[in-house]
Nanobody, 123 residues
Framework: VQLQASGGGLVQAGGSLRLSCVVS????????MGWFRQAPGKERDVVAA????????YYTDSAKGRFTISRDNAKNTVYLQMISLKPEDTAIYYC?????????????????WGQGTLVTVSS
């Protein structure tokens, strides 16, 4: 199984980015998906997660109202739409896949990880 994340970049505060993660090697709809991020000097934390069918979604408090996770099972892709970006959103963003039922906010439950994409938000 391979996960390929893309869409990161440099953006000014208040701007937007959309991250994408394409999954290959196994039927995408068998995975719940998550987006995590790791800021410099900090631990990796969950940002958002979505169940296999997209009917259950989780956001960390800092993402609520600004980030939207979605998935397109026909395209084997999970997205993270981010608006109103803040400098504190600067991090490497990782997508991850888990076979867990529902979804998980714990990274130890995720079996496969993408390579990460860097998001830098300037003030």
């Amino acid at each position: 199984v391979q996960l390929q994340a893309s869409g990161g970049g440099l953006v000014q505060a208040g701007g937007s980015l959309r991250l994408s993660c394409v999954v290959s090697g196994r039927t995408f709809s068998t995975f719940a998906m998550g987006w995590f991020r790791q800021a410099p000097g900090k631990e990796r934390d969950v940002v958002a997660a979505i169940s296999r069918g997209g009917d259950r979604i989780y956001y960390t408090d800092s993402a609520k109202g600004r980030f939207t996770i979605s998935r397109d099972n026909a395209k084997n892709t999970v997205y993270l739409q981010m608006i109103s970006l803040k400098p504190e959103d600067t991090a490497i963003y990782y997508c991850a896949a888990t076979s867990s039922v529902g979804f998980s906010t714990s990274e130890i439950r995720y079996d496969y990880w993408g390579q990460g994409t860097l998001v830098t938000v300037s003030s």
